[in-house]
């Protein structure tokens, strides 16, 4: 492992430090697990997109998609730093709104909206609703006659594409969950029953191909496949779309296996390729939006774990155990996400020792990392998980009855708790007595 691929330092000491602050010390205050935040590095990848943009003159929508990492603290940053805000639920929305975010700086997505929902949507008035099936574009189309309201929607597509990535976090292929298919005229169908609403402001079309992708050949396959639907429409309905959406999925490195282009590179081709066709079918160039989650936070995030437990199995394996596991990154036990480790308290230390990270769940299943080289370890030190900032507090979940962990941000030399430790109180503040 490269540390200069990463945000972070070793100080005189031998410690892993965030922005200067020494994790040893981090631990000392907020105990582990405990995920780390450069917030610093958080604001450069933000500025990476929209500074693309702006260079190119090309007016653009930056919209963080709020599942990878979703609380008051991380919203209020992007926010400063000009970036929309991507919702799918009611509790995203509620905390986007808590965070300050402008309602019109909101997108609503979601392949199952409730009523519910999109009345919560149309009641603070969000910026534009993602439709994603006919069940949806007649729901909205009710609740818009009883609120007495227009609103501005995007129509989610699937171009069936297959992306080069784990068929978990694969969206923009044909047999998918999401959009309405191109290929077999539902697109189509839903276009002109969107178009035919009085209520409904159809602004262009949304494309997600999937997630951690490394190359920018899926994206252009996706705007080409896009622009030949737009360029029908136009022709046979008069159709231009003010929005492009493409989406988002632009892959991190977890692992020196990983090779992710530079930000700007991902932005660079969608520009590119809009252009060529804009220029092809002569329309106005529309605005792109994108949808930016992982490549955000991901990178900028530790998990910082104790280690406890350790088993040597001659000729096999030598495990070592934190304290945290699948309940604080679910992502290994889910789809065998890969991730690298560093030992925080030995990080000038040689890296000699085969061992697999197993974590404190009684699931056999619950192993961090399967057989790295790490420094050599003892109880009681500290093993730093790198780019855990996206989807590990977000599907972090109470199994075993553990406590989620505390989130820390640190910028500037300074850090500060953004989310607090539960305690075994919150664990067990909905349960109910049952007594005869």
Not at 118 to 136: Q, S
Request: a negative charge; charged letters at 20%.
């Amino acid at each position: 492992m490269e540390l200069e691929h990463y945000p972070f330092q070793i100080n005189e000491q031998g410690n892993l430090t965030v922005s200067e602050v020494d994790t040893v010390s981090l631990v000392k205050q907020y105990g582990t697990p405990l995920y780390v935040y450069d917030v610093a590095h958080i604001r450069k990848n933000c500025r990476a997109f929209v500074d693309t943009f702006k260079k190119h003159g090309i007016t653009a929508q930056v919209a963080y998609a709020s599942k990878a990492f979703s609380s008051i603290a991380i919203l209020q940053v992007v926010h400063q730093e000009g970036l929309a805000v991507d919702v799918v639920s009611k509790g995203e929305l509620y905390t986007a709104l808590q965070a300050g975010v402008p309602p019109e700086k909101i997108h609503f997505h979601g392949n199952n909206k409730s009523r519910s929902e999109l009345e919560m949507a149309l009641k603070h008035r969000v910026g534009c609703i993602v439709i994603d099936n006919f069940y949806e574009i007649s729901l909205l189309g009710e609740l818009l006659e009883v609120y007495n309201q227009e609103v501005d929607v995007l129509m989610r597509v699937t171009p069936g594409l297959r992306s080069n990535t784990h068929e978990y976090i694969m969206t923009g292929n044909e047999d998918s969950k999401f959009g309405f298919n191109i290929h077999n005229g539902q697109a189509e169908q839903a276009f002109l029953e969107i178009r035919n609403h009085k209520q409904l402001r159809l602004k262009g079309l949304h494309c997600h191909i999937g997630s951690q992708i490394f190359e920018t050949e899926g994206f252009i396959k996706a705007t080409s496949m896009l622009f030949s639907v737009i360029a029908d429409w136009q022709k046979r309905y008069q159709f231009t779309p003010e929005v492009m959406n493409l989406g988002g999925g632009f892959g991190i490195r977890y692992t020196d296996e990983d090779q992710p282009l530079p930000r700007h590179e991902y932005v660079e081709a969608l520009i590119e390729a809009v252009k060529h066709h804009v220029e092809q079918i002569k329309i106005p160039m529309p605005e792109i939006w994108i949808e930016p989650g992982r490549s955000i936070v991901g990178d900028a995030g530790i998990t910082l774990y104790k280690i406890g437990s350790m088993k040597d199995i001659p000729g096999i394996r030598k495990y070592i155990t934190v304290d945290g596991g699948m309940t604080d990154n679910l992502r290994p036990a889910l789809y065998q996400a890969k991730y690298d480790a560093i030992v925080a308290n030995r990080a000038n230390d040689a890296r000699t020792e085969l061992v697999s990270i197993a974590g404190k769940c009684c699931e056999s299943g619950d192993m961090l990392i399967y057989d790295i080289n790490l420094q050599k370890t003892d109880q009681n030190d500290i093993l730093a998980v790198l780019s855990t900032g996206a989807y590990g507090y977000s599907m972090a979940n109470n199994y075993n009855r553990f406590t989620r962990p505390a989130v820390v941000f640190v910028e500037n030399g300074q850090h500060q708790l953004v989310v607090k430790r539960e305690t075994y109180i919150d664990v067990v503040q909905h349960d109910l007595s049952y007594l005869k």
